[in-house]
């Protein structure tokens, strides 16, 4: 009779052992789950704000070059309605200005886009090692971010 008592209560300690594993582990896989769900979506906005950046300066680049192009074609007709030897040696100008400053805004489109191209490959990488390092110190990367808000909130209540 006392060995069923004691199989009993140890199969009841065991169990309530099992539970409190189990949501142990759910409290731990969650918290996990939850830092990289936040690390993915931090990366993803950042992600989203690089192609934003790169979209908004082809746009700004190309209206740059509409609007170059209209100058030049507004140059065009003053320097053609005055006389033959101006107007040969003004659209010679400008035709070579122009060039230039096609070569020049071109060079720009292109260093933007390459800067623009680098940053996006940066913040990815900077995203997937702060995943990585989330990921290795759960712990150290919660105590980073409470320290991180307590001086974001130090610092907004002296502005």
Do not use: Y
């Amino acid at each position: 009779m006392e060995h069923s008592n004691l199989r009993s209560e140890s199969q009841s300690f065991a169990a309530t052992g099992g539970q409190f594993n189990d949501s142990a582990r759910s409290g731990a896989s969650g918290s996990g789950s939850s830092i990289s769900e936040s690390v993915a979506r931090g990366k993803e906005a950042i992600g989203t704000a690089a192609n934003e950046a790169i979209n908004s300066a082809g746009s700004d680049l190309q209206s740059l070059r509409a609007d170059l192009n209209s100058l030049k074609d507004t140059l065009a007709k003053f320097v053609s309605q005055s006389g033959n030897e101006a107007a040969k040696s003004a659209r010679e100008v400008t035709s070579n200005v122009a060039g230039q400053i096609g070569g020049m805004a071109s060079d720009l489109a292109d260093k933007g886009t390459e800067m623009a191209s680098a940053a996006s490959d940066q913040v990815k990488s900077f995203g997937s090692e702060i995943e990585n390092m989330a990921r290795r110190n759960p712990i150290g990367v919660l105590a980073a971010a409470v320290v991180i808000g307590v001086l974001i909130g130090l610092m907004g209540r002296r502005s």
